[in-house]
């Protein structure tokens, strides 16, 4: 078996020990104990568990508040994750490396992803990325010195009608090119204020993840919900008097209904 393929064991005082075959995968960084999380930040992690009737469905919404505070999902988010769900911190971490959206390394202020998946890549996804990778001196994955700026490659993000799309801390920014994405970034660094595509002001990576932990900002309703492109193919058909053909009479959902 060569070096590259012998497993490494990690433990760092979880109780839990596991081996890894990929060490680069991304595991949470264990090395890493530092952290924001006060007496706060737990208060609000119960008041997110209290929302629902299965507390344990609160892990989501409660790994994004550890990020808004920590920048990360940190070893302390975990463990405090962990005791206000009275679940194993291996649980937590299994939730917390199994999507993407949480980042197991610092991300930066402004957290950027470019879309390559098939559509954006005919549309220059690819093109896009190296431009974004050449802007800021990082490669997807990265984050840069100054804590600035982090970089991923993104899967589709189902706004394949404004290829190629990039996302700035959560937002769309739609039919983009090198020159508009480096024009994106000298406002972002300068700190300037800068306008999603589809209307919203872009607040920090942090800020967003507290929204998306359950703690509105106020400003959901900036910006349209689906821009004209998403939109053409119901304006056709309204023009044109389409409607949508009626259920089949032998419907499961209508012989369940007359069976009433
Ligand atoms: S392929 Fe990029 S948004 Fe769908």
Redesign the pocket.
Known sequence: MSAASEPEVYSAGFGHEFESFFPESGSVDLADTSTNITETTVAELRQIAARYPQPRSALLPMLHLVQSVDGRVSPAGIEACAAVLDITTAQVSGVATFYTMYKRRPAGRHHVGV?T????AVMG?DHLLEAVEHKLGIHEGQTTADGQFSLERLE?????DF???MMVNWEFMDTMTPSSAEELLDDLAAGRPVASTRGAELIGWREAERVLAGFPDGRADEGPAAGPASLLGLDIANERGWRAPAAPDDSPSQTKQEAK
Not at 156 to 160: E, I, L
């Open positions: 879309c998946t098939a559509l954006c996804g589709c993000n189902a706004a394949c290829a190629p799309v």
